[in-house]
C-alpha cells in the first residue's frame, strides 16, 4: 500500500498562498533545500515548492 496518488490529493507544482511542500509536517527533505523530495501521505516525488489539500504547518 503506497501513499495517494497525487492527484488525489490535488497536488500541484507551486505554491498555494504562501503554503508549500518545505514548510509542512508531511514533507521529507531531499538532498538539499531545492531537491525534489517525497511526503508521508502523497506518492511519488514531491517539489518543495509544491501544495497539496493535506498540507500541514510545521
Ligand atoms: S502533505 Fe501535501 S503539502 Fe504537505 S508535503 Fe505532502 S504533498 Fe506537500
Not at 9 to 31: E, R, T
Amino acid at each position: 500500500m503506497g501513499a495517494p496518488p497525487q492527484a488525489a490529493m490535488h497536488y500541484q507544482g507551486h505554491p498555494k498562498n504562501g503554503q508549500h511542500c518545505s514548510i509542512c509536517i508531511q514533507f521529507v527533505p531531499g538532498i538539499s533545500a531545492q531537491s525534489t523530495g517525497t511526503c508521508k501521505v502523497v506518492d511519488g516525488a514531491i517539489s518543495p515548492d509544491g501544495y497539496c489539500a493535506a498540507f500541514s504547518a510545521t
